[in-house]
């Protein structure tokens, strides 16, 4: 079994920032890949960010130049750092994990809030 903790998420003001972490343990042979999801309310599932083993990264349109993505592989453990919020970053936060040799894994999600 594989378990997914997040941390990180809370209440900022616009232009604001956040770092979200995700900690996966449990049993781990290696990871594929590692990202970000969110869904606002009345909206659908999104992806934000993932980082791919040997390094590919790719962000939402939406976030780009302000969400950086960033994973530690001897912590299995995956971060997003986010500037600039907006109002419209407001939503859950999911953390998805992709194993080697498979099966994909949610965190339980953390909720962002961007108000003045």
């Known amino acids: 079994q594989v378990e997914l903790v997040e941390s990180g998420g809370g209440l900022v003001q616009p232009g604001g920032s956040l770092r979200l972490s995700c900690a996966a343990s449990?049993?781990?042979?290696?990871?594929?890949?590692m990202g970000w999801y969110r869904q606002a309310p009345g909206k659908e599932r999104e992806l934000v960010a993932v980082?791919?083993?040997?390094?590919?990264?790719n962000y939402a349109d939406s976030v780009k130049g302000r969400f950086t993505i960033s994973r530690d592989n001897a912590k299995n453990t995956v971060f997003l750092q986010m500037n600039s919020l907006k109002p419209e970053d407001t939503a859950v936060y999911y953390c998805?994990?992709?194993?080697?040799?498979?099966?994909?894994?949610w965190g339980q999600g953390t909720q962002v809030t961007v108000s003045s």
């Open positions: 998805k994990v992709l194993l080697i040799p498979g099966g994909n894994y």
């Open positions: 449990g049993s781990i042979f290696s990871i594929n890949r």
């Open positions: 980082i791919i083993s040997g390094g590919i990264i």
